[in-house]
């Protein structure tokens, strides 16, 4: 079996409910997942929006969530986390709003597609304070080994 990541709230390319955006709470969607490999020992998760600024002439990758050294015994996390309740060990990355934690969709225009990318890597990360996506990829090399995804989609109801 391969690892697979699931929202509570949305389906596979379905989409994000208005409360995990910014015209919302901005909270965090309850993320589930299931058969990591053996031989894990962290789990890396990252959200990003390969859309923008606008679905038609993409520019960038949007960063909007970066967790990692996640424990491998846990099997997801709830609803609207605080940093204060993530499994112990968890450490934050720098989003590009250039804070930690989670920062909704909020696309200036069009739907967006919003990829949520779960790895198990063979090591837990060294601590870096604190870390871009960038970073992170770079600190993951050679230690992925499995990666799951999960796209959602939104755009403004304006």
């Known amino acids: 079996m391969s690892m697979t990541l699931t929202a509570a709230s949305f389906p596979p390319n379905g989409i994000i409910p208005s409360r995990h955006t910014c015209e919302g709470h901005d909270s965090s969607p309850e993320l589930m997942w299931t058969d990591v ?36 015994d846990a099997s997801g996390l709830p609803e609207g986390i605080a940093a204060t309740d993530l499994p112990s060990g968890t450490r934050e990355g720098l989003n590009d709003w250039e804070r930690t934690g989670y920062g909704g969709p909020c696309p200036p225009i069009g739907q967006h597609r919003y990829f949520h990318k779960l790895y198990a890597l063979d090591t837990p990360l060294r601590e870096i304070n604190p870390p871009t996506k960038a970073m992170l990829e770079k600190a993951m090399e050679g230690h992925v080994i499995a990666k799951s995804e999960l796209i959602g989609r939104y755009q403004k109801q304006y």
Do not use: F
Not at 37 to 56: N, R
Not at 62 to 69: A, G, R
């Open 37 to 72: 490999p053996e031989g894990a020992k962290s789990l890396v998760l990252i959200m990003d929006d390969p859309d923008a600024p606008d679905p038609a002439v993409p520019q960038r990758v949007w960063v909007h969530w970066v967790l990692y050294n996640i424990p491998v």
